[in-house]
């Protein structure tokens, strides 16, 4: 069940699984592996909307 962010934290958040990931890369490299849920997906999304939606 999605969780009820609003559009700006929905994008916050998705600004900062990016963050988490560019660790995960940088740590683990090629073998860096992460398991993402519907709520990390439109997280992301919203980061990356150019209208901030």
Request: charged share 35%; no cysteine.
């Amino acid at each position: 069940m999605a969780t009820a962010f609003t559009d700006e934290q929905r994008r916050e958040a998705g600004l900062s699984h990016l963050d988490y990931m560019r660790e995960l890369l940088e740590k683990h490299g090629d073998d860096a592996k992460l398991e993402l849920h519907s709520d990390h997906l439109r997280s992301l999304l919203a980061a990356a909307s150019p209208d901030k939606r």
